[in-house]
């Protein structure tokens, strides 16, 4: 039996694709029905809980500066992709996230998030390349590499507004490998769907291959199918899925308001790919339908210590492997396919097994409980040291660690260190250490250590070199100083004239903090009466000063602006209503042009 799709863990895990019997899956006359979406209503178990993200492009780069949105709450990533959502309320049951980046197809992802935890997930971003053309009168086919091709009718292409389009239609497409290990990262939502047959209740979904399509005129205008209209889409099957793919297969949209698909027609198999008839454009996804259970499990060490951020694999001989990584309590928790036994991996660096097991069958809520894996101390880092200013202790400072695509950032009440990271892989021999000097605003030379071993670096001297980025702010005599990732800066050229903005967000504890100005201009001078400030917060400080364009600096200042990558400096001050009381504020910035 081939393996349909892959196995899907996320911090939750989401195992699908098809059973030993999926050639006897018989779909005929379904009729697409518009109104089903409208009677979904997703099940909800409204939790607390945090969530990590790590944004990245098809070649695993990081991908700064991508707006997120959760909940209506808009986040950006951070220089090395991540993104962070503190204490929030998600929904245990399914809570959507979609990141948004100029020149790639809309991502999300559809997470399962554990109650009082920090979770995780990553999203690989497609570029969107309109590289395929054809004339709206004439209609025409496109074809992709690997073998899709998309087939339009004549005179179907209308704007935005509903009007008839008539000249180049430009096209943006990309089909997804269902045997490549990718699929999961690239794809949007999740492998769950609402169907025909299943009274609006969700269903893991198994699939054969999905494309993302979207339609741009001449003057970059968004274009889609008419209502009239419709296009053919032709997705080849794999040769390693060929011989088990059933006649007809049920062809899903993606629902971005849900992050679920939609069952909306059928493909047949014809000369080894799926044929189907699509109405508009989204993501579209062949899949079968599957029922489907829960599991969660906690791995810790031998001293219980959890085990974070570690990849967990679950592989089926009918449904392919999966994988996910622990949450901040060591615990992941997911869906899996009803009924099948599974290979249970705990993952090191370079795909390390540290422990293995068979699990299941599960037809209800699984859980494992604590597992205990004594196999990891030695895979750790440890970094011993203290921080000093030119002889002098340093006692409220950072220690800033970059290895491999991670940066942690370990904020120091005492000048002394001892540190522990997890970096040990082939691949990642060295671990990057720098001290930060949090009250004169600078810090060390990077040091470099050796990955798996212990190390004293000894006395950091965090007076050597400027603090490359960092915003500080101070509200009646109490300062607060932020340099981790989420400060950011960009000057932009709104209708005719420059603009410069800055942001800076991120957290403190439990507490999210977020700061956001910005002025008319892009050069050095004075712009006390030339800005605008949205928010100035912390709510560790209980902070909370909302400008609106009424509680603006009194002065604002801008003492470096030049090109992407040069830093921009500047100090304000004023007078603010903290929650009804005047609040005196002052700040200066340092922050690197986006």
């Not at 204490?87 to 100029?102: I, P, Q, T, Y």
């Not at 198994?206 to 209209?229: P, Y």
Request: proline share 5%.
């Amino acid at each position: 039996m081939k393996k349909y799709g892959l196995l899907v863990l996320m911090l939750s895990l989401v195992l699908t694709a098809c059973r030993k019997d999926i050639n006897e899956v018989v779909i005929v006359d379904i009729i697409p029905d518009p109104e089903i979406i409208e009677g979904y209503e997703p099940a909800t178990r409204m939790v607390n809980a945090s969530l990590m993200g790590f944004v990245v492009d098809e070649t695993g780069t990081p991908v700064p500066n991508a707006e997120v949105e959760f909940d209506g709450d808009l986040y950006s990533t951070d220089p090395f992709g991540h993104f962070f959502i503190n204490d929030a309320e998600m929904n245990a049951l399914g809570s959507l996230v979609k990141v948004r980046k100029s020149g790639y197809f809309d991502g999300s992802r559809r997470f399962f998030p554990i109650e009082d935890t920090r979770n995780r997930i990553k999203i690989e971003l497609i570029p969107k390349i309109f590289d395929l053309a054809f004339e709206s009168t004439a209609g025409g086919t496109v074809s992709l590499p690997d073998g899709p091709t998309i087939e339009f009718s004549s005179n179907t292409i209308v704007a935005a507004d509903g009007s008839n389009y008539t000249g180049t239609v430009n096209v943006a497409a990309k089909w997804l490998d269902p045997s490549s290990s990718s699929v999961y990262d690239q794809m949007p939502g999740g492998l769950q769907g609402v169907g025909f047959n299943t009274n609006n209740e969700e269903v893991a979904l198994a699939t054969l291959g999905m494309i993302a399509v979207e339609l741009e005129g001449e003057n970059g205008e968004a274009l889609n199918l008419s209502e009239t209209g419709g296009a053919i889409l032709t997705m080849p099957i794999p040769q390693s899925l060929l011989a088990d793919a059933p006649a007809q297969i049920p062809l899903w949209s993606y629902n971005e308001t849900h992050g679920i698909w939609v069952e909306e027609s059928v493909a047949l198999l014809q000369n080894g790919a799926y044929v189907g008839t699509v109405s508009h454009f989204s993501f579209w996804n062949c899949d079968i339908p599957h029922p489907y259970t829960d599991i969660t499990m906690t791995f810790v060490d031998e001293n219980g210590i959890p085990l974070v951020n570690y990849q967990v694999t679950l592989t089926s001989s009918n449904f392919g492997i999966g994988s996910g990584y622990t949450n901040s309590q060591g615990s992941v928790f997911g869906i899996i396919p009803a009924g099948e036994t599974l290979d249970l991996n705990l993952n090191g660096l370079c795909s390390v097994v540290l422990y293995n097991t068979t699990v299941g069958p599960f037809t209800s809520s699984a859980d494992l409980g604590v597992i205990t894996v004594t196999t990891v101390n030695n895979l750790s880092t440890n970094v011993t040291g203290s921080l000093e200013c030119n002889g002098v202790p340093v006692n409220d400072g950072l220690l800033i660690a970059t290895y491999g695509n991670v940066t942690e950032y370990h904020y120091l009440d005492q000048n002394t260190f001892d540190i522990f990271f997890f970096p040990t892989c082939p691949a990642i021999s060295t671990v990057s250490i720098t001290g930060v000097n949090l009250d004169d605003l600078s810090q060390s030379e990077v040091q470099t250590v050796t990955s798996g071993i212990t190390t004293n670096i000894g006395a950091l001297n965090v007076c050597q070199n400027p603090l490359e980025q960092y915003f500080r702010i101070t509200v009646d005599g109490v300062t607060k100083t932020y340099v981790e990732p989420g400060l950011y800066a960009f000057a932009v050229d709104s209708i005719g004239a420059a603009q410069t903005m800055v942001s800076v967000w991120g957290s403190t504890g439990d507490d999210n903090y977020n700061y956001y100005f910005s002025f008319e201009g892009a050069t050095t001078g004075d712009y006390s009466n030339d800005h605008f400030v949205e928010i100035l917060a912390d709510g560790a400080e209980n902070w909370f000063l909302s400008g609106n364009g009424v509680d603006d600096f009194d002065n604002l200042f801008i003492t470096q602006h030049g090109d992407v990558g040069d830093p921009l400096t500047g100090n304000f001050n004023g007078i603010f209503s903290n929650q009804g009381t005047p609040v005196n504020v002052s700040g200066e910035f340092r922050i690197l042009l986006e």
